[in-house]
Nanobody
Framework: QVQVMESGGGLVQPGGSLRLSCVAS????????ENWFRQAPGKQRELVAV???????HYAESVKGRFTIDRDHTKNILYLQVNNLKPEDTSVYYC?????????WGQGTQVTVSS
């Protein structure tokens, strides 16, 4: 089994930054992909960033140039650096990992952008 846990959310003013973290533990031999999703109230969950196992990254158009997904291999932590935040970025952010055992989700971390 794989456990996924996010952290790093909070309340930030427009234009501010946060660094979200995701730790996956358990029976993991390798990741096929690691992703960040978000879901705002009343909206569908949307994919915002992908880190593929070849190291390539992909972003939703709405976050390109502002969000960066990366992994610290020494600490085994996946990050999402979110800069220049806008009120419309307010959501619960979820980490999603895809391994040979299946797809696993964390419980999410709330990001609220408000003045």
């Amino acid at each position: 089994q794989v456990q996924v846990m996010e952290s790093g959310g909070g309340l930030v003013q427009p234009g501010g930054s946060l660094r979200l973290s995701c730790v996956a533990s358990g029976s993991i031999s390798s990741f096929l992909a690691e992703n960040w999703f978000r879901q705002a109230p009343g909206k569908q969950r949307e994919l915002v960033a992908v880190l593929a196992n070849d190291g390539s990254t992909h972003y939703a158009e709405s976050v390109k140039g502002r969000f960066t997904i990366d992994r610290d291999h020494t600490k085994n932590i996946l990050y999402l650096q979110v800069n220049n935040l806008k009120p419309e970025d307010t959501s619960v952010y979820y980490c999603n990992v895809i391994t040979g055992l299946g797809t696993f989700w964390g419980q999410g971390t709330q990001v609220t952008v408000s003045s």
